[in-house]
């Protein structure tokens, strides 16, 4: 079944903790992307990446790391976690530029920072 | 940077009639105008877009107009039914560095009352 997976899908840490959300895709995708969802805000984007070894900044990506060592993993990293990364964040794949095409959404991660 | 406004933030109508909503966006080189539904607890799935070079599109019972000179699209759904309950979030795509990516909409919590 083509689908993004994502882990864990529920998370609760305390501010500092090192943490990754992991993000895998079985579609041969090239683009891969985070966002994160905030009430009232919608939808915005984190990270995103081309291909791999190519990555960007979105609009929010203060606090946030990412790599792109193969083309079917694109794990997003909170190096020092604070209370203001509480959301939900989903990670989406598509083949060729997200911009243009149907992006895959995995089914969220709800994060909790203490 | 690119702005998408979308209105209204809640919607509620009774099961068989049409449900309308409306997004903005700034910036005129955008080409590219997807809508995703986001069912409780999922992740956002398109339900269909629009491409710059076209006014209207139809799917069964959803449609997307798109006014380019005016800088608004819009989706109807007609005949609605209790799954069409859902948040539905508007995008209009923008040029990055790397290539296009999305700006999403706030979104809209539409609930059908049987």
């Known amino acids: 079944e083509a689908q993004v997976t994502q882990n864990p899908r529920y998370l609760i840490t305390v501010t500092g903790k090192k943490l990754t959300v992991t993000c895998s895709q079985n579609?041969?995708?090239?683009?891969m992307s985070w966002y994160r969802q905030d009430p009232g805000l919608g939808l915005r984007q984190i990270y995103y990446?081309?291909?791999?070894?190519?990555?960007d900044k979105g609009d929010v990506p203060e606090g946030y790391k990412v790599s792109r060592k193969e083309k079917r993993n694109f794990p997003l990293i909170l190096e020092s976690p604070s209370p203001n990364q509480t959301s939900l964040y989903f990670c989406?794949?598509?083949?060729?530029?997200?911009?243009?095409?149907?992006?895959?959404f995995g089914p969220g991660t709800r994060l909790t920072v203490l | 940077g690119e702005n998408v406004e979308q209105h209204p933030s809640t919607l509620s109508v009774q099961e068989g009639d049409s449900a309308v909503i409306k997004c903005t966006y700034s910036?005129?080189?955008?080409?590219?105008f997807p809508w995703y539904k986001q069912e409780l607890g999922k992740g956002p799935q398109l339900i269909i877009d629009?491409?710059?070079?076209?006014g209207e599109k139809k799917d069964q019972r959803i449609a997307v107009t798109l006014n380019k000179t005016a800088k608004h699209f819009s989706l109807h759904i007609t005949e609605t039914q209790p799954e069409d309950s859902a948040v539905y979030f508007c995008?209009?795509?923008?040029?990055?560095?790397?290539?296009?990516?999305?700006?999403f909409g706030a979104g809209t919590i539409l609930r059908v009352k049987s």
């Open positions: 910036d005129s080189a955008s080409n590219y």
């Open positions: 990446s081309m291909n791999v070894e190519v990555t």
């Open positions: 629009i491409r710059s070079n076209v």
């Open positions: 579609m041969n995708h090239e683009y």
């Open positions: 989406a794949s598509s083949l060729g530029e997200g911009g243009l095409n149907e992006q895959f």
């Open positions: 995008a209009a795509s923008i040029r990055g560095e790397y290539g296009n990516k999305l700006v």
